[in-house]
């Protein structure tokens, strides 16, 4: 009874007023309601199934000692407390905290170098867009397996070293040049995406405006730094929003690369929560992990909503 | 009122049923998996296995379909995957409820997978099969440790070296002997080792390195008792001793990254001049390779010729719905006839002596020699039940010490600290 109560229009002044002519305002919305229930079913089974349920269950199994074989027993917080108080995931969690802090601005930095670089190339823009975007599309294993004989002792690397008569150090052996390679690798891997997204920002921007600066005697470097980065700069917060979720959560590279080594210096919190659950078969742990990670993602992306109104310019 | 009360409710009684659907007790497979029986008595049988790819593939579907020839009212459907992976996946599909009848298992993954496994001393006993052909070490791998028989092997073999006898020859080193020491090994190591070739390769894989360590020091990283003992003051000793190999005397290249199949391919390619290695290996590699392969036996240290062993084999899920058809199969896909044809493909040494013949007759000169010296010292190798992540780590925390980035002793210790409690 309930349900059907809050399914009805909230008053009737809602339903009456004046602003949005309806032909049989308060009898329609009531009569629509069975059919609307009915067309958003299969979407609402398909969020219930996949989304709701799993994640619902990841809270519930994260209270829990929940091995994949065996009795499950209630641990209540004793997860949590294990993780947080173990260097291994103190060391994890830095990693991907470097990870990301490293990647981001490199990706930002080389998507919006190449996107300013490209709008002002004359011919064979489309082009050289399809080219950088490449390694985006590109399966991550096939990327990887092409890095790694790019990076292992005696390979492009070295060998290019060699010729110049010095030794490359091994990019993924040794602990110091482990992590520097992930993220060279995946700034290579990644940043096709939002040089796509700068380049279209770039495209929306009127030539008059620039036209009319540089009549003024604008110089290209105020120009850049005074009509163009404000007026991408919604575009630039979408990618520094979107890239930062996805670093965080950064597993292919690492797992394919390195495994997580030399030592611990490459593993990232998604490889720790893939091998507590799928190696350790430790799903309760797993799944306390991954709500720390989901806690910091919801953290870093609350603060950078709330610094937004400092630099992003929405009055275009 | 009724109207929009029906739908929701539905809605709201099929989300109720999938959380509990997903919450309820699924361990244990109470209704069984991976087999079935037809009202005409014909019963079909999922059989895992690992691959490495097509060719392999297709000569386990041969002994697959051999099951079906010995007993029309059989049928094994074979899944494979790759060996990596295979673990990981029967571990959750016990886990789940869904395993496959036939289980493959390696003798070093045997404990993660021992409590999904019915135990075949019962059957082995009714049927009357002769288990004296099989070799003792073959058997003794897959034995649990509370004793039962959880899989008839079908290959088994010790840890040899393998050398590339073109390289040897350029480089003026003799070839080496059966029951040759250290220093002759360290020494023709860094003879072959010039103009960016190397003599051996090294990586910190299980049976790769720990066969080295124990043939040099007699020590194994597990004790008989069964508990891990990465921080023996002799085992620190051989680990250290195996990587300065690569950083001190520089005769073996550098560990890059997790790929545990780069020592093969250097050895392949030429960069490496040596790799231990098993039987269950040697004909593939010398298929690929452009050069004429030689074996003999582990370097020896002081404690005299060892060599570790390992094997695979098949055994029964425990939640198998048809156990004795399961078994039935089993014995049919480790006889004389199944293994003797999987020998003559290319494929492991057999556990039956009376099929090895047909793998000897395509190995290279002096292998069947070396393996039978190297079987004398050899003991399967010991692990704990989580050696899959103890594993994992060895290779994460020793591969610095292999570049020479850490040190054994702290490495070691770590990975003590961690799997060492349990």
Known sequence: ?316 | MRKTTAPVAVIAAMGLALAAGCGGDSGGGSGGSGGSTDSDGNTTLTWAMWSGGTAERDAWQAAADAVHEADPSLTVELETSSFDEYFTKMATRIGGGSAPCIVSVQSLRLGALQAGLLPLDDLIESSGEDMSDFTDASLAGLQGDDGSQYALPYDDGPMVMLYNKERFAEAGVPEPQIGWGVEEFESAAQALSADGAYGVSAFPSDLVMFSSVLARTGVQPVAEDGTLQLTDPALVDGVSWYGDLVHEQQVAPQVAGVDSTAPYNAFIAQTTAMVPDGPWDLLNIQSQSDFEVGVVTLPAGEAGPRTLSAGSGFGVSASCPEPEAAFEAIRTLTSTEVLTQLASDGRALPSRTSAQQAWFDNAPAGAQEALAAATESAEPMRVTDDWAQVGTAVIQFVGPVLNGSSEAPDALEQIQAQYGGR
């Open chain 1, 1 to 316: 009874m309930s349900v059907s109560s809050t399914a009805r229009p909230p008053a009737p002044s809602a339903s009456t007023s004046a602003s949005t002519p309806a032909p049989r305002p308060s009898r329609g919305r009531r009569d629509d309601l069975v059919p609307a229930l009915g067309f958003t079913a299969p979407s609402m089974l398909g969020l219930a199934l996949f989304t709701a349920v799993p994640i619902g269950m990841s809270l519930v199994m994260s209270f829990y000692s929940w091995p994949i074989i065996g009795e499950r027993s209630v641990r209540g917080v004793g997860n949590y407390v294990d993780l947080l108080t173990s260097p291994q995931f103190r060391r994890v969690v830095l990693n991907t905290v470097l990870f990301t802090v490293l990647y981001l601005p490199l990706n930002l930095l080389v998507s919006l170098g190449i996107a300013l670089w490209v709008a002002s190339v004359r011919r064979g823009r489309q082009a050289l867009r399809v080219i950088f975007f490449i390694p985006v599309v590109t399966p991550i294993v096939a990327n990887v397996l092409v890095w790694r004989m790019i990076y292992t002792p005696g390979g492009a690397l070295d060998g290019l070293a060699q010729s110049a008569g010095v030794d490359a150090p091994n990019f993924l052996g040794d602990p110091r040049w482990a992590m520097a390679s992930l993220v060279l690798m995946s700034v290579w891997q990644g940043f096709g995406y939002n040089m796509l997204v700068f380049s279209a920002a770039l495209d929306g921007i009127p030539a008059s405006i620039n036209e009319a600066a540089s009549l003024d005697g604008v110089s290209a470097w105020s120009r850049l730094r005074h009509i163009t980065l404000p007026m991408i700069s919604p575009s630039m917060f979408f990618a520094s929003t979107m890239t930062l979720i996805t670093t965080f959560q950064v597993f292919a590279q690492p797992y394919l690369l390195t495994g997580g080594g030399p030592g611990v210096a490459t593993e990232t919190l998604v490889l720790f929560v893939y091998r507590q659950g799928f190696a350790s078969f430790a799903l309760g742990s797993a799944a306390a992990a991954a709500w720390v990670l989901f806690a910091l993602i919801l953290l870093v992306t609350a603060v950078q909503f709330a610094g937004q109104k400092k630099w992003v310019n929405y009055d275009v």
